[in-house]
């Protein structure tokens, strides 16, 4: 069994960052690939990045290219979002999620497991 806690989140006026953080327990972290998505109010869950389990590839949404950055320490069990220039379409409940191997990257049926995530809210 695998649990994640996200945190991280919170209130931040647009052009703002945050970092978010998401802490694994249980299978070996460091042996899969991992991912971040998002959902916002009356909206489908959607991919934001993901990143190979050695860290070597990464994957980003084209909404977020350029200003997000995924990365993770295996030795820590943690995988990140940082944020930067964030802008009011950015908020979101954000979650992380574990890849299945093999799997699709950009489809939320591709992750089994997920965090409980952590809200981002961006004001204009």
């Known amino acids: 069994q695998v649990q994640l806690v996200e945190s991280g989140g919170g209130l931040v006026q647009a052009g703002g960052s945050l970092r978010l953080s998401c802490a694994a327990s249980g299978r070996t972290f460091s042996s899969y690939s991992m991912g971040w998505f998002r959902q916002a109010p009356g909206k489908e869950r959607e991919f934001v990045a993901a990143?190979?389990?050695?860290?070597?590839?990464?994957y980003y949404a084209d909404s977020v290219k350029g200003r997000f950055t995924i990365s993770r320490d295996n030795a820590k069990n943690t995988v990140y979002l940082q944020m930067n220039s964030l802008k009011p379409e950015d908020t979101a409940v954000y979650y992380c999620?574990?890849?299945?191997?093999?799997?699709?990257?950009?489809?939320?049926?591709?992750?089994?497991?997920w965090g409980q995530g952590t809200q981002v809210t961006v004001s204009s």
């Open positions: 999620a574990q890849k299945r191997p093999g799997a699709s990257w950009f489809t939320p049926t591709s992750y089994n497991y």
């Open positions: 990143m190979t389990w050695s860290g070597s590839t990464t």
